[in-house]
Each structure stands twice: as C-alpha cells, then as structure tokens.
C-alpha cells in the first residue's frame, strides 16, 4: 500500500477560540482540588483565563519522518540518520512505528510577555497564574495537532501514539537541538537556547508514534519508570 | 491603636493577604487598612524597624510557611501573603539602607540551566525573604557562571539550587560541581520536586529542604 503522507514540514495555524484551558489542571498546579478554591480565585482564572485567549497566537507544525528505527538495547531512536536519545520508556514504546511525526507547537510571547508584567509589578498571584494558562493553552494547540493527525492517520487504517517531549520519561532536553534541525524552518517560530530551552516558553514540541498497531493511550505516567518525575506526584498517575 | 495592636494587626494583614486598602482580597477584610497603611503607620508613630520585622512581618511569614508546610494554605494564598509583605517591607527599605535593621544573611538562588520552572523557587525566595534574608533571585535557566559570578560579588551569601525536572537534576549537580570547585567552602542547599535529600548528598550540597519554611529553617541554622 503505499502512503499518501506528506513527509514535507507543515503547518498548521489553529484559531485562538478553539484553545481550551482545564481549570482543574491549573488548580492541581496550584497544589489545590477544584474544593480548596474560592470564588476570588475562580474567577480569577476565568477572566485571565478569556484574556490569554484573546492574546495567543497559535501555531503547529509537523513533519512526517518514515524508516523510524528504535534499539530498545542502546535506547535510542534513529530519524533520517540522527540519533535520538529517548530512553527505555519511549524508545519501547515507540518501537512498533512506522512513521514517527516531530512537532512544535507554540501560542506564541503575548502571554508569557503579559505573565512577566505582572511579575513586575508585584502581583505575583495573576502571573503565576498567567504562567499556568499559557502551559495549558501550549498543550491545547498540542491537543489539536495530535488529535487532527489522528484523524489523519486512521485513513490509512493507523494509529497514532502518545506524544513525548525531550525532558520527559528520561529522554535528555539537550535532544531539542537535533529535533529542532530535522523540523528546519517549520519550527513554528521556536528558537532554543543554548541549554536547549524554547523561546516562545509556551510551545510545546515532541515525537509521536504512527502505525498499524500504535494506539493513544489513556494512562499516562504508569508506561514510564520515573519515579522522581514532577508530572507522576502532581497528577498522581 | 497602641504598639502592640497595629503589630499584630500588621502581621494578620500580611498572614491573610490583606496589601493594602483598596485590594479586594481577602473578601472578610474589604474596606479595611492592609499592610502597605499599617506599615507607613508603624513607622510614622515611631515603632523601631526591627520591631516592626520581627514582631509582625517575620512573625506573620513564619505561621504562612508553616501552613503551606502543613497544606492548610496553598500556592495562591502564600502569594498572596508575600505581596502584602512586600507591600510592608517597602516601608522598611530605608532602614535596610542605613544598616539599622540588618539582614540574617544573603541567599542566592536560582533555577538550574536547562530548566525554567520558577514557582517553588520563588516561593522559597518569597518565604526567606519574609524570614529575615536578603534574596538574591537570579531567575531560571541559571548557568554556573552566572552562579559563580553572584557569589563572588557576594561571598559570604549561601546558595540555593532549584530544578523540577529529572532530566535538569543533572544540570544541577554539574553546577553544584562547579561551585564546589570554584569556592570550596560555600554553603549550598538544593530544593525541587525530584530532589531527595540523598541526592544532596551525593551532589555534595550542605543541605537540602522539601518546602520553603524548611529552607529557612535550614537557612538560620546555618548563620546560627
């Protein structure tokens, strides 16, 4: 069968008002149950919330990459040639791909920039809070690329996995930069820093699985072996 | 109001959040003085500086770090907390200046390079800061230059390494090493979700804290 993939870097550029924010996930970062808040925060992040929104600008490339090939021995996933260093958890559950798909997603600075005001101003309570959402809105467009290429891939009667980022279940942040190369200029605007970090900070990039017996997975945390992991104790996986 | 009721006034308003008069948190004190009017009150009725700091302002930051560490408030409330300390403390600067109300020590902290989660690192900043220290917050993705050169402009200041991910403990320990290297008798405490107190250990740190009133605690024992 041969696949109609476009294996060029593509882009994708998702309107704001499709962007969801989970409350709950900004309460559990907040160290709080949807119980422990008052009105004033509530209503707090609801209206911060509306205003994000307003201010993102959403952004998400992609590139389909084919030959994937994963040593579960030495841990590392080979693209085009390039070594990947992702680990035991990711490389094994990747290995049955026969396509992987790089992405970087991005809201773009207005909100981080609109965070750092208010930082600056002392009102650290709205620009941590601002902080939080701008995270949820980055993974909202993430939300969106991953569940547009499901749908794409399942016309080809395949799957597609979850989706994993360098700093996560092992796999080094200093990865970015290789990623970062084999996406060239479809990288949604994102540049890294010399320690590998994204600038804008609210993007999101990664690797997802695509293949006949790849499935998305519900749980999350249990498929890796970090126990010190921050997401594992805050989401209690 | 005598001395002793506006301390205590002053340090209810920095416990629940109360900045300043117009703030609309909390709702049960709406209308009334916050911390900011207290503080300029203190100060203009003559109270001395050191009074003020220690009998409400540090007092008050001490019971929020205790129920953050008890999990009776949260993140939103102890940032509350500490801006309406800071709203007093600014009240304060000039004596800071003169070298009337002097600090417990300086601490030096900072986010590890590769890694930008700032909050319990400013939560700490914020709950040492309101403990008596002065803070010097370098910020996140902080390389070990940027480390070593703080702490040659300050070098009797402690240092605080924080990071959130497991990935960037690396870093840390790189950076730890670095330090250790550079300035061998430094005091250096690390902090962070994946932290363990074994792994300050094996990086060398002289100390290490799960939450922010336990690095004050921490913090005075090592100026003790």
Same mark, same amino acid.
């Given at each position: ?237 | ?15 629940? @959040? ?111 800061? @309101? ?44 950076? *730890? ?13 690390? @902090? ?31 100026? *003790?």
């Amino acid at each position: 069968m041969n696949y109609l993939f476009n294996f060029e870097p593509t882009e994708l550029f998702p309107d704001a008002s499709l962007l969801t924010c989970n409350r709950e996930n900004v309460l559990k970062s907040l160290g709080m149950k949807l119980t422990d808040a008052d009105d004033y925060l509530l209503n707090l992040i609801e209206q911060l919330t509306k205003e994000c929104i307003q201010l993102a600008s959403p952004k998400a490339n992609y590139l389909f990459i084919e030959n994937p090939k994963f040593n579960t021995t030495t841990k590392e996933t080979s693209l085009n040639e390039m070594l990947f260093d992702t680990g035991k958890t990711i490389t094994t559950l990747l290995k049955k791909s026969e396509f992987v798909v790089l992405f970087a997603c991005t809201i773009g600075q207005n909100v981080e920039h609109y965070s750092k005001d208010e930082m600056g101003k002392g009102n650290s309570l709205e620009g941590y809070i601002l902080d939080l959402i701008g995270s949820e809105l980055a993974e909202s467009v993430t939300d969106i690329l991953h569940n547009y290429l499901e749908i794409k891939v399942k016309e080809y009667e395949m799957g597609i996995s979850n989706r994993y980022s360098p700093g996560y279940c092992n796999w080094p942040v200093s990865d970015q930069h290789k990623l970062f190369s084999l996406l060239g200029n479809y990288n949604a605007g994102i540049s890294l820093t010399e320690s590998s970090l994204m600038i804008p900070v609210k993007s999101v990039s990664g690797i997802l699985g695509v293949g006949k017996s790849i499935k998305r997975l519900d749980y999350k945390c249990r498929i890796c072996d970090d126990e010190k992991c921050i997401l594992r104790h805050q989401f209690k996986h | 109001m005598n001395t002793e009721e506006l301390l205590t006034k002053l340090a209810e308003c920095v416990e629940f @959040g109360k900045v300043n008069k117009a703030a609309p948190f909390p709702p049960a004190m709406k209308g009334q003085d916050g911390a900011d009017e207290l503080a300029k009150l203190a100060v203009e009725m003559g109270i001395k500086p050191t009074d003020i700091l220690n009998e409400a302002l540090i007092l008050a930051m001490d019971k929020v770090g205790d129920k953050f560490t008890q999990k009776k408030i949260f993140v939103p409330q102890m940032l509350i907390a500490a801006k309406a300390m800071n709203a007093a403390m600014a009240h304060l600067v000039p004596f800071f200046k003169s070298g009337e109300v002097k600090r417990k020590g300086t601490f030096i902290i900072g986010t590890v390079a590769g890694d930008l989660h700032d909050i319990g690192k400013n939560l700490v900043a914020m709950i040492v800061e @309101g403990a008596g220290w002065e803070v010097i917050d370098l910020g996140v993705d902080v390389s070990a230059a940027k480390f070593k050169k703080c702490i040659q402009d300050n070098p009797t200041a402690i240092v605080g390494l924080s990071a959130l991910l497991t990935t960037t403990m690396q870093s840390m320990q790189k950076i *730890a090493a670095e330090i250790k290297a550079e300035f061998p008798d430094i005091k250096l405490i690390v @902090g962070g979700a994946p932290v363990t107190d074994d792994f300050s250990k094996e990086i060398g740190a002289t100390g290490y804290s799960s939450d922010p009133q336990g690095a004050v605690t921490l913090l005075n024992s090592l100026v *003790a």
